[in-house]
């Protein structure tokens, strides 16, 4: 390696202080990096050294915030009591305060410099320096004009007290940054230098050194790109890359290998799962996705197909099996669906259980078999549960302050899709999950009625037979109507016998799967991800506005029965919620990764 040039003090002149310099770049490249796009024609992840421990890179920034700021989520956003609120407070009047200051220096408006700096491509990589040291940053960025950038710096520089050292390495020109009367080797500097149109900066001369030195071997000694110890050539950053979705606006890697020697010897068995899990992992990458949803998708990679962790085996489905979107109303305010192995999640709990209890075990088995009809519920009645589970919710018709504000619906799936079974089979595993949900539905009304004030009717058991499913409720359970409907293919539980009978009758065009938001967001973001949690804000809004007074009325109750204070609060909770139609988040697992997603967003018409 080339040792540095330092040439005499009286190429030196006069600079920024360090202090500013540093305050600025780091603000800027934190609040610009966050916002950027990922994908470039010409990464600057060539540029970066295959030993970074974390890097974040992001392109076209101009355009994707463009975009992002005329979308319905921020016009939405902007017109809410948070936002105009936020708009008063002293934290933007500091915010507009510390802009101007940074103004005043640069004698610049600051969007049109932060987007002559930062509008196309920005990368910040993270080194470790091992366990006693700070890591060491790098940011590199692609400029509009790297002459009309260094005669910027220039400007900076006369107006302030920190001197810039004029240096070469690789007989490229380099700059070092520190304060006047920072004679001693020990005191902060920043190294700094022109790659073409490529700022890079960072406080570590050696981190500079390893840029330099793959732009030379690259650009001026012609070497091949893919030969070159850079992260881009790194098969666990490829590999990372390409599991994201496409149109990401910015992205984060994390490299576990090169942060290995800080993880301390775990203490318990919870430290003890999650060193085990870090060991496993061979890389991490975050995707930021902005246009009118705000997602952030994480993929976590394996570095083994052998992996035995328990989670992912109890949640892990074979692929082809479908979910079950059309049997949600769009009308539900929230919803719980996902795929799960009953039968290895009962033999996991049963063996820990069975372990620590074996005489309770055995009677509560004994007492599973008589329930069941015989069918031992490990080895045979586990089996014909799943994988399909579902749980969502809905208004109440009616609202009362015994009771919550909406009914709730579990349904959990009897046979797997195109499997085959025997009649037979069918029929003794319905028959054995009627006999359990009959003991449980007996149970409560007579805990219920043996417990009931006098004058006061006792409550029935009704039953209704269909040609879809058979349906058995109570009549009456204080405020609600707990009830159950099954047949071949499902059993659910529900709290009023209406949410069975729409269950079983539901179509699809009025199903939470013909919603455009929802059918948008599955089409882009969970394909192949099969655990999901939604929120259907558009019906939360709607509940709201139809129940105001009642649900101001019982907000007040918390606010010492002050009804002003219960309306304002709910005036708070609704203009928020106008800035987005849906929340979600889903997750998928695979053998050799986890893919999860998360995000809010509306419909724009438009696209």
């Not at 060539?46 to 890097?55: E, I, M, R």
């Not at 008063?88 to 002559?116: A, C, F, M, Y």
């Not at 009456?476 to 109507?481: F, I, R």
Request: net charge neutral; aromatic share 8%.
């Amino acid at each position: 390696m080339q040792p540095i040039k330092q040439y005499p003090a009286k190429h030196r002149q006069p600079v920024m202080k360090l202090t500013v310099l540093v305050t600025v770049l780091v603000s800027v490249i934190f609040t610009s990096v966050s916002r950027v796009s990922a994908a470039a024609d010409a990464p600057l992840s060539q540029l970066v050294d295959n030993k970074a421990g974390v890097y974040v890179e992001a392109t076209d920034l101009n355009a994707h915030l463009k975009q992002f700021l005329v979308s319905p989520v921020v016009i939405r956003f902007q017109q809410t009591q948070v936002f105009q609120s936020w708009l008063q407070s002293q934290d933007v009047k500091n915010l507009k305060k510390g802009l101007h200051d940074i103004e005043s220096v640069t004698e610049q408006r600051l969007l049109p410099l932060l987007n002559s700096l930062f509008g196309e491509s920005v990368g910040l990589a993270v080194f470790n320096n091992g366990p006693k040291q700070s890591p060491s940053l790098l940011l590199l960025a692609n400029v509009k004009e790297a002459n009309t950038t260094k005669k910027l710096f220039e400007s900076w520089f006369r107006k302030t007290g920190v001197e810039v050292t004029l240096i070469t390495y690789q007989d490229v020109p380099c700059f070092i940054a520190s304060q006047s009367a920072a004679a001693s080797d020990t005191a902060p500097k920043i190294y700094y230098t022109f790659l073409e149109r490529t700022l890079v900066v960072t406080e570590n001369e050696r981190v500079l050194q390893s840029a330099v030195d793959l732009y030379v071997k690259q650009t001026l000694k012609k070497q091949p790109r893919d030969t070159q110890s850079s992260l881009f050539n790194l098969k666990i950053y490829q590999r990372a890359q390409s599991k994201l979705s496409p149109n990401m606006t910015s992205s984060l890697f994390l490299n576990p290998r090169i942060w290995d020697e800080h993880i301390k010897p775990p203490k318990n068995e919870v430290e003890q799962g999650v060193v085990n899990w870090w060991h496993k992992t061979e890389g991490l990458i975050v995707g930021l996705h902005l246009k009118n949803t705000v997602a952030l998708e994480t993929i976590i990679l394996f570095n083994s197909e052998a992996i035995n962790l328990p989670l992912l085996d109890v949640l892990r489905i074979p692929a082809e099996i479908p979910e079950r979107y059309t049997l949600v109303p769009k009308k539900a305010l929230a919803v719980l669906c996902g795929q799960l192995n009953v039968h290895l999640l009962t033999q996991r709990i049963v063996d820990f259980y069975a372990d620590k209890n074996p005489e309770k075990w055995q009677k509560f088995r004994a007492v599973s078999i008589g329930l069941l009809g015989g069918l031992d519920p490990v080895t045979e009645f586990s089996k014909a549960l799943g994988p399909n589970v579902l749980f969502y919710s809905v208004p109440r018709k009616e609202l009362s302050f015994d009771a919550i504000s909406f009914d709730g619906l579990v349904a959990l799936q009897l046979a797997s899709p195109g499997q085959p079974a025997v009649e037979t089979s069918k029929s003794q595993y319905q028959a054995a999950l009627e006999n359990v949900a009959n003991f449980l539905m007996n149970s409560m009304l007579a805990h219920h009625n043996a417990h009931l004030k006098q004058d006061v009717s006792p409550s029935v058991l009704k039953m209704e037979e269909h040609d879809l499913y058979q349906m058995r409720w109570i009549d009456s359970l204080g405020p609600y109507q707990p009830a159950y409907g099954i047949n071949e293919q499902q059993i659910v539980f529900a709290s009023s016998p209406e949410l069975v009978r729409e269950f079983f009758t539901l179509k699809s065009e009025e199903s939470l799967a013909a919603l455009p938001l929802f059918q948008t967001w599955k089409e882009t973001f969970f394909q192949e991800e099969k655990q999901l949690c939604f929120l259907n804000i558009s019906s939360i809004r709607a509940f709201i506005d139809q129940n105001s007074d009642f649900l101001a009325e019982q907000l007040a109750k918390g606010q010492g029965g002050d009804i002003e204070k219960g309306r304002k609060k709910l005036s708070g909770l609704k203009s928020l919620l106008q800035s987005f139609d849906g929340l979600f988040l889903a997750a998928g697992l695979q053998k050799t990764q986890v893919r999860i997603i998360m995000g809010l967003g509306s419909l724009d018409s438009t696209n």
